[in-house]
Every structure is written in C-alpha cells, then in structure tokens.
C-alpha cells in the first residue's frame, strides 16, 4: 500500500480537479459536462476510481485483520 501513495494521491487529485466540470460543466462557456469529456474520458476516470478504491479497500482489510 505505501508503495501505492503517490498514485493514490495524483488519481486523487485529477479527479478532485476535474469534478466541478464533470458535474457542472462550464459554466463560462455555456458548455455542458458531455461537451468536455469523451466516452473514453469517463472510462479512464472509473478505471482509475475503482483502482484507488481497491488499493484503499485493501489497506481497511488488512489494517482490520
């Protein structure tokens, strides 16, 4: 797991940074969140969720056992 950190840390700060227009949009621009991000966006960033959350999971369980 502590090898894990440092891309724990830059997935999390991707996502945290790109939230706001995930859920917003932007609104500057008058440009809807489909307007941003691709198909293969929205993969990348569930591949990368469901990657941290299994590092993340992982340390619950054995810190638990």
Same mark, same amino acid.
Request: aromatic fraction near 8%.
């Given at each position: #797991? ?10 999390? $700060?991707?996502? =945290? *940074? /790109? $939230? ?5 949009? !932007? ?6 969140? +489909? =307007? /941003? #991000? +691709?198909?293969? !966006? ?9 990657? *941290? #959350?299994? /590092?993340?999971?992982? /340390?619950?369980?054995?810190?638990? +056992?």
């Amino acid at each position: #797991f502590l090898n894990s950190l440092t891309s724990i840390r830059e997935t999390v $700060r991707r996502l =945290a *940074t /790109l $939230r706001g227009l995930a859920m917003y949009g !932007d609104e500057t621009a008058l440009k809807p969140p +489909s =307007a /941003l #991000f +691709s198909r293969e !966006d929205a993969l990348e960033a569930l591949r990368l969720a469901e990657e *941290t #959350f299994g /590092l993340c999971k992982r /340390l619950v369980t054995d810190w638990t +056992s």
